[in-house]
């Protein structure tokens, strides 16, 4: 960082040391060289690069984000369904009392506080009744390894889902955005004629709109659980809805050691 820093200021100097010995016995130069549009240029150009990368890296963590609550609804899908191959009654009621509690969990709990680039613990809890009850049922079951499979990937998919959860784009890089967004449209405002310039005025006034309206995006798609674009928990909602309903045919009458929301309830402890 130091280097970069260093090496930009001594080619300024030196640019500006060649400028006054080149130009120093050359009177008719005084009036020559770049408009200030040429100077602003560059910067104009580099301002629609930086934007158009950093949005195509927080349009790709949006993608991540909407992949890894897919992978955990379908884990926890399959979760479900093999648990009806366990003969135990018992057992089955367990593991897929735990996938209605845990998805009940992620969205309730988990999915609000994933706004702000954090996890809830609440989910955690019926994780852990999962690997509990996978300690009951034993490696001699058939469905033992599709089990903790299963499990292994709805693990990984929630991992990914809260690490996408954190802005892609550091802060340090948004607000440098902010900064060459200003200097943009300032430069932009500097070319457009004094008179006679309502066209360039509602250009410019569309131009700032836009390049606003891209930060704008930028900054929602890299939050993909928080903004107006946000990742919805329609996948996880339905794979509770259909565990719920496979517990209840399962064993009717039975309640489920969980609240509507996924919070364990209090016999339960």
Not at 19 to 25: A, I
Not at 62 to 88: K, S
Request: aromatic fraction near 6%.
């Amino acid at each position: 960082m130091i280097v970069t820093i260093v090496v930009a200021a001594v080619a300024l100097i030196l640019g500006l040391i060649a400028h006054h010995f080149l130009r120093r016995h050359d009177s008719d130069a005084d009036d020559e060289g770049l408009s200030v549009r040429d100077l602003i240029s560059p910067v104009q150009t580099l301002t629609v690069l930086i934007l158009a990368f950093v949005l195509a890296t927080a349009a790709g963590s949006y993608n991540r984000a909407e992949e890894a609550v897919h992978n955990e609804a379908n884990a926890a899908d399959h979760l479900e369904e093999t648990a009806e191959f366990l003969p135990n009654a018992a057992q089955r009621r367990r593991v897929q009392a735990d996938v209605v509690c845990y998805t009940r969990a992620v969205r309730h709990y988990e999915w609000p506080t994933m706004a702000h680039g954090e996890s809830s613990p609440v989910p955690s809890v019926w994780t852990a009744d999962l690997r509990a009850a996978f300690k009951d049922i034993g490696t001699d079951q058939g469905a033992f390894g599709m089990l903790v499979g299963a499990d292994d990937t709805r693990s990984k998919a929630r991992q990914a889902r809260l690490t996408e959860s954190t802005a892609a784009v550091p802060a340090a890089i948004y607000w440098f955005m902010l900064v060459l967004l200003s200097i943009t449209v300032i430069s932009l405002c500097l070319c457009i004629p004094r008179r006679r310039n309502r066209p360039q005025l509602a250009t410019l006034a569309m131009a700032t709109a836009l390049l606003t309206a891209t930060l704008l995006l930028v900054r929602d798609a890299e939050c993909p659980f928080g903004g107006a674009i946000s990742v919805s928990p329609t996948a996880i909602a339905d794979v509770e809805h259909q565990a719920a309903r496979d517990f209840q045919a399962d064993a009717p009458g039975v309640d489920l050691p969980c609240d509507s929301q996924g919070h364990k309830q209090s016999g339960n402890a």
